[in-house]
């Protein structure tokens, strides 16, 4: 036997993931079955020593009557030995020497059971083979029968069984078996003791000495199992739970799990207090001094209320380790939701792009409503001139902050794809095509997202203002509606790319139409066609292209509201199962003139500087293109807006900035406030009222009476702006400027 | 912005000249409510005044409210053709008593 199983067996020390062992409770248990024994050890050489000496209290020690039996001690000493060397000792034993423990644990194991064994067998077919006497040569005159120094039988098979077990522990480091084997001993053990306490001769054999055998008649006529035998044993039994305390039965014992604890507390209640009471009883019993039935009701009553109250000091243990736990459940459930909010939140502030204000040639709207309130959908707008526009549309597949994190990855990929191709191009000034872009962006995050199971439906759009054209890259996207003004109809742009993330060596095609002014483009993600109503019917390309057409001519802030009316009105909510996103761009007369000028101008955000900024209006707005009246109007639009910006953008600071510009075109003046203080929605503010009541808050109404348009936005510098446009002519002389044009 | 208060007869005359908005309002309104802590007659000649913002206008509300609680008169009068625009807006002929001229106002004080 070269190698040992027990050196290949190496158990962790944690229970299991969650629950791990008290090491306190471990350390306690473990010199507890050291110190077992030891005194194993001990108590069973003193006999033997005792014995060899002849000095009687020595060889008594175990009996503790003039009786001896020295195979007991023998057996006792040899699973002491045993138990010792089975000690866990950790990981810095070398091999040899754990090796050579084993072989000794073997030995002892297998002695002790022996004795055990031959004992039996001498009980079973009535031999003495003189085992009995081979240590102490005693002739024994006084007692008569050889029986008196042999041991009796609960001892004996409680050395088989030790025996057993102890050679099990030392081939298999820790084994349920073992341990139900300690238990069996262990019990064998109570019942004697609880005999020897009790009185109850049965339970630990029946002492027959002398002429005295014929007065108990017919009870067979074994030697006890005398007190101190019976603990030494029970002691054992519980040296060798102890000694693994990490496994089997004592894995609950010893663990800081709430389990542990009840354990903990029950089993010594369970085991004192059911002998406690019985003793009581029997005491009683044996004394006149209460009525038997008296005393068992008396007894009965004090367990009751002993028992009751251990179980209720568990229960509430339990209750507070409960409570306790569903505290901390809340708690994590409360960061959870506090982070969720705080992902929505930057995904809102800082990964959604704002669309396009400023362009003179379209109008550009995005809407968004995330299903798990963050949300895998993306969509960036890249602004190279005037003319140039990139609009990127994606959809991440999965939700919650995984996607989230995917798609703005995305972002950061394509926009590197972007810079890189414009860094290694010839031409610096010529932009990188959509194509190139996205197979490089793919051929970057491909492998990764396959990975990571997931995928990126893309769609790449070029506006390109000089060519009148669209380019796009449709990369497994939802189709985008096209509504051309011209017949009036809508087309579904659509392309065979696949999604970003399914093959990094990917080559990406780009398709190439016409666009016109007054065309609308629709983007969106599939959230939208894929909303369900109750019956589990979908929203549909059909229905999204037939909202398009009938509102082709409003303005696309308007049309994403009434998109988001309908596919809420369809599902019966505003919680929809997928992200929704869209982007919808309405294109615009893009060859009218320019300003014939144009001016800046920057104040401080004191309201001392309303004056300049009045007087910077005037000079610019009133050289022919308005009226007189309308620049007073004007003015007093554009210090209402400066004074709003000061008091309530800027909370009245004084040193902050707000940035004009005026633009004053053949039939038009646009003046436009930037502020980089607290955006604020115009919505909010309730309507005036003229009864003389309100002395304030008639600032936004005066801006809206003054002048024809009023826009509040974020610019694409991130800018806070209010723009405000005076047309030369009233609003309703003007229908052949199709919209305005801020 | 210049605040100038003189007394004809028995008429609190307040004339302003310059531009009222929210940079100069508090001024204006520490120079006049304290006038209207008694039930006086007063007069606001604005034909001085070249521009008014809404502030401006909520000062005049202002008086207007405390010359009726404490049992006192307020008229105004001069509002150039911007002013009265913006007046306007605020359906301010309403709840003021507006004049044209300051001789018109001190008459029908009488």
Known sequence: MNSHPALEISEPVVVNDVVSANPRIIWWLKAISLAISVLAMTVGGLVVIGGLLDVIWLKNLLTGQETASPNAAIGIGLTGVALWQLQDQGSDTNEVQLKSQLWLAKLCAIGAAMIGMITISEYIFDLDLGVDHLLFDEPQASVGTTMMDRMAPGTALSLVILGGALLQMSRRKAHWSTQVLALAVGWIAFLACLGHLYGAELLYGVVCIGGDCEATSNLPRYAAVALPTALMLGLLAYGLLASRPHDGLMKIISSDSTGGLVARRILPAAIIFPTGFGWLNVSLLDTDFIQPDLGAALVAGIDVIAVGGVLWWSSWSLYRIDVQRRQTERELAQVREREIEIGYRIQRTLLFDYPPHDLPWARFAALTIPSDRIDGDFFDFLIHTDRQIDVILGDVMGKGVPAALLGAATKTHLLRAFSHLIAIGNDRAALPEPKDIITLANSHIANELIALESFVTVCYARFDLDRDRLIFVDCGHTHTIHYQQQSGTCVLLSGENMPLGLDAHEIYTQYEIQIMPGDLLVFYSDGVTEARNRTGELFGVERLIDLVQTHADLDPEELTKRLRAAVEGFSGSGNFADDLTCVSVKLKEHRLPGPLRRAELAISSDLKELATARDFVEQMASKGVLSEDKVSSLKRAVSEAASNIIIHAYDRRPDRRIELDVEVFADRVVVRLHHLGMSFDPAQVSAPKFDGSQEGGFGIYIIAQSVDEVRYYVDDRGRNCIALVKWADQPDERRSHDGSDI | ?110
């Open chain 2, 1 to 110: 912005m210049e605040v100038t208060s003189e007394l004809v007869g028995n008429v609190h005359i307040v004339t302003l000249n310059g531009e009222l908005d929210a940079s100069n309002v508090n001024y204006f309104k520490e120079m006049v409510l304290p006038l209207l802590t008694s039930p006086i007659k007063l007069l606001i000649d604005l034909s001085g005044i070249r521009f008014i913002d809404s502030s401006g206008m909520g000062a005049m509300i202002s008086c207007q409210r405390h010359a009726a609680a404490v049992g006192g008169r307020l008229k105004l009068c001069g509002l150039s053709p911007v002013v009265r625009a913006a007046f306007e807006l605020l359906r301010l002929q309403a709840i003021l008593d507006i004049n044209n001229t300051r001789e018109e106002a001190l008459q029908s004080f009488a």
